[in-house]
């Protein structure tokens, strides 16, 4: 092992070794199973109504401990976008079994915005954010040529594509439109580019983002906006 390599480990050691680290990851084991199917519900098209129905009798199938699901409710990351929101809902009205809640008022003309580019066609989605951020369109052919030049041992968008990703969309983007900005967003216009690219791990681009059922999921480190602080994944 290099010297690189073991003073990695030993950091990382000594991270998981902090009580509060400790107590985060064993949450995280014990409520996995929950985020699990509530991402999944999130994600899927039933109405709230259904969705939540569907989630509760998950739920009790997969007979979790009442605690564990309260657990997951109080620590759930709600970030200001559609499906962490849609996810929050839903949980919290299968705990409760009581209605769904309506999404917060002065955000459910953003979430509609969000939910509809999550649930078309992954390149129409990227057609659609290609019109607020046209420039967009130029790391298209050169995903495309990745397809011919790389081998299949390629792992991820190189470098010089990422960064210039990283100018249109997502918290460093230059523009100040609110859809480009989000994570989902992001997500989205990475996967497409990769797909262009011949990375076969994702389905083909008819299939949308939200009905993919493998997700390259990129976290925007500032949301919504220049001064609010805002992998892939199954």
């Not at 409520?31 to 739920?59: I, Q």
């Amino acid at each position: 092992m290099s010297l690189g390599g073991w003073l990695g480990k030993t950091v990382l050691k000594r991270i998981e070794s902090i009580p509060a680290i400790q107590e985060q990851m064993a949450r995280s084991e014990r409520t996995r199973p929950v985020v699990h199917a509530v991402r999944s519900a999130a994600y899927g098209r039933l109405d709230d109504a259904a969705a939540k129905a569907k989630l509760r009798e998950e739920l009790l199938r997969l007979k979790i401990d009442l605690e564990v699901l309260k657990e997951a409710l109080d620590h759930y990351n709600r970030q200001d976008q559609y499906i962490d929101d849609r996810s929050y809902r839903l949980l919290q009205a299968a705990v409760s079994d009581a209605a769904v809640e309506p999404p917060p008022a002065g955000r459910a003309e953003f979430y509609a915005q969000e939910e509809e580019l999550g649930r078309m066609p992954l390149e129409s989605a990227f057609r659609r954010l290609a019109e607020l951020e046209p420039a967009l369109l130029e790391l298209e052919p050169q995903a495309r040529g990745l397809a011919e030049e790389s081998g299949p041992d390629r792992c991820g968008l190189p470098e010089r594509l990422r960064r210039r990703l990283g100018e249109l969309v997502g918290g460093g983007a230059r523009s100040d439109h609110e859809l480009l900005r989000g994570s989902l967003a992001t997500s989205i216009v990475h996967q497409y580019l990769e797909v262009c690219a011949g990375n076969g791990v994702f389905p083909p681009p008819d299939i949308a983002y939200f009905d993919s059922p493998i997700k390259h999921f990129v976290m925007t480190g500032v949301l919504f906006g220049r001064r609010r602080a805002g992998e892939r994944s199954r």
